[in-house]
């Protein structure tokens, strides 16, 4: 999979592409990542990449000339073929739709990326309207620039592509993951101890010690009992959404028995 950042600051993004998984994902040959610094594609002295905006209001905006020029370097495919050619020119703003786990399971099946990082106080529309097929915001709040934003996007991507996770469950089982594979249920085979979260929040971790100034580890996790466990951390995953982000449960696929216990939790609370 190939990344461009189109961006005033290339040299941003040194350090996450030196460090952690990306690095070793970079190292590997399984993603590429490109810088391409907006300022090379000026044609004036003071390599200008703004302008004021029209109809007056604070701040500057990017000028889409520059973007235009890069973008028409890249060899990509016109914006109505974009889908079959398996590339995607994203805006990054705050008016574009929310990053979330699923689209970045979206950009993940394609082979390029191309991530157009805004700055000041926007970027001219027209760059939208004729160059971009997606305008994508990391958050609701308002970043000094793009450059934060794409490296979000491009390691939440990378993580999910075939074999830069040690192991790829650790992917699959995480906080707005999958649902639990059905395959063994199917069977009739005991279930894992491990419990997908379903769009949810992830369940709660421990490791050693057991006992860590007087606080033990919680009891179904040392059962042994891989059914208790799941059940365990089933309710723990449903509990925290609960609490930080109920918005998620609306959409959630819920067992009767992961509705009667979030109406038990209700009632305690009250």
């Excluded at 000041?120 to 305008?135: A, T």
């Excluded at 915001?137 to 075939?162: F, H, K, M, N, W």
């Excluded at 057991?210 to 995953?237: C, K, M, Y």
């Excluded at 609960?242 to 009767?256: F, G, H, Q, S, V």
Aim: charged share 25%.
């Amino acid at each position: 999979m190939r990344f461009e950042l189109v961006t005033i600051f290339p040299e941003f993004f040194h350090s996450i592409l030196d460090h952690g998984v990306l690095h070793r994902a970079l190292q590997a040959g399984l993603v590429e990542v490109q810088t391409q610094d907006l300022r090379s594609f000026t044609h004036d002295r003071h390599r200008t990449v703004d302008d004021r905006p029209f109809g007056g209001g604070e701040g500057m905006v990017l000028k889409p000339e520059p973007i235009f020029a890069c973008l028409e370097t890249l060899g990509l495919a016109p914006l109505s073929e974009r889908s079959a050619a398996r590339e995607s020119v994203v805006l990054l703003s705050a008016q574009g739709r929310r990053f979330t786990q699923t689209v970045a399971a979206e950009l993940a099946a394609l082979d390029r990326v191309v991530l157009v990082c805004g700055r000041y106080e926007g970027v001219d529309e027209r760059v939208n309207e004729l160059l971009c097929d997606r305008e994508l915001s990391v958050g609701d709040y308002v970043l000094s620039g793009g450059e934060l934003a794409a490296a979000v996007i491009v390691d939440t991507v990378v993580r999910l592509l075939p074999g830069v996770l040690g192991n790829p469950d650790s992917a699959r089982f995480e906080s707005f993951g999958a649902d639990d594979p059905g395959a063994a249920h199917a069977r009739g085979a005991v279930p894992p101890a491990t419990h997908g979260a379903g769009g949810l929040l992830d369940y709660p971790h421990y490791t050693r010690p057991a006992n860590f100034r007087g606080h033990t580890i919680p009891e179904a996790l040392v059962s042994g009992d891989h059914a208790e466990i799941r059940r365990w951390r089933r309710r723990q995953s449903l509990e925290k959404t609960w609490r930080n982000r109920p918005d998620l449960l609306e959409r959630a696929t819920l067992t009767a028995e992961d509705q009667a216990y979030l109406k038990r939790l209700q009632t305690d609370i009250k």
